[in-house]
């Protein structure tokens, strides 16, 4: 369920219809949704009631402070994966010992920021970043408190560039080596082991990968307590999927994922901290944009929008469905149109759908790209010299711009021109 809704026929962002903050703000932009945000987050965090556990929201599926402050004032814990989130995170006001510091590739600064400012863990995800973390907290007269990231080598049977949970893929330490690794770990004198992290993938739209990799999961903390580990602590990761398309079946609620973490890591007697993002934020936002053209090609239409790839690039990276729908409706009846919906930037990839049946559309109108709220503004660029799309929060009838676009005057002095030219 999202708060984005039709209301006399115009698309609203809960109480404010869609072609308001268009007239205020220009498009293309991001709106999200307070209200979809915390029903989302309050879903998780209520799936796991009766077990001690921490919902860590994933700090990259959306990282504007004000969606942080959010989150972090209901409660939510923060995933990070670099020390800018990190940084975006404290100055949203979650203490550290809401953090989870995750990522293949934490340099010692970020490992002196996190230790300095407070953690929770980090998620260790080789042996050589376990040396190297532990010269960092020796180095600083403190103990860093980790969990061992294992790479169960499960399918997650997800795109291929957001599956981590497969021998072949970088993250974690091979479960075969756990063993080895964890009794590594407990030699070092400036770690405190406290768990175990695992992280399969993004985007399940099933619970069987979770349910294998949790088994296996539950099998390690039996092994690791009986080497004489201290493991209290299970990082589950995040991943479960959100419907991006409405005509599709909806994955797995919360409610049913939180049974399943019960049934089979309950007798653990361990804190489980989850990492959800995409489920949070995926349809807490939408993106609007406006027609420029309508084309007239050889052998098809050709939408034309203002916005573009580098605002949301999910289409071009990952052959992403997201549905198109008009900010206004059309009248009922009429026959729709096949449009290929692309934007003004000079790459043919710059195509979010192909063949899309809508209702006619025409030069001004605008639309809406549904479930936009995460890997969208945060995966913004500015290529072709296209000003980073602004981003606005709506709560009920309050609206705030919460990341302007940027003037092009304000573009081009981050670039300096050296005086021997």
Known sequence: MDHFLYRDGVLHAEDIPLPDLSAQTGTPFYVYSAATLTRHFRLFDEALEGMEHLVCYAVKANSNLAVLRLLGGLGAGADVVSGGEYRKARAAGIPGERIVFSGVGKTRE??????????????VESEPEMEALNAVALSMGTRAPVALRINPDVDAKTHAKISTGKSENKFGIPISRAGSTYAAAAALPGLEVVGIDMHI???????????QAYTKL?????TLRGDGHRIVRLDLGGGLGIPYERSNSAPPLP?????????????????????????IAGNAGVLVARVIYVKHGEDRD????????NDLIRPAMYDAHHDIVPVVEPEPGGDSVTYDVVGPVCETGDTFARQRRLKPLKEGDLVA??????YGAVMASEYNS??????????????????ARPSFEEMLNRDTIPEWL
């Open 110 to 123: 970020e490992m002196r920021l996190a230790l300095g400012e407070g953690i929770r863990q980090f998620n």
């Open 201 to 211: 993938g993004s985007q399940l739209t099933d619970l069987a990968p979770f349910e």
């Open 218 to 222: 539950a099998a390690l903390t039996r």
């Open 255 to 279: 409610v049913e994922y939180g049974h399943m973490v019960r049934r089979v890591l309950g007798d653990t007697g361990c804190e489980i901290l989850i990492e959800p993002g995409r489920l």
């Open 302 to 309: 050709f939408l034309i929008l203002d916005a573009a790839m």
């Open 369 to 374: 790209f549904r479930s936009a709220g995460a």
């Open 386 to 403: 296209r000003p980073l799309v602004p981003e606005v929060l709506v709560s009920g009838d309050h609206s705030a711009v919460i990341r």
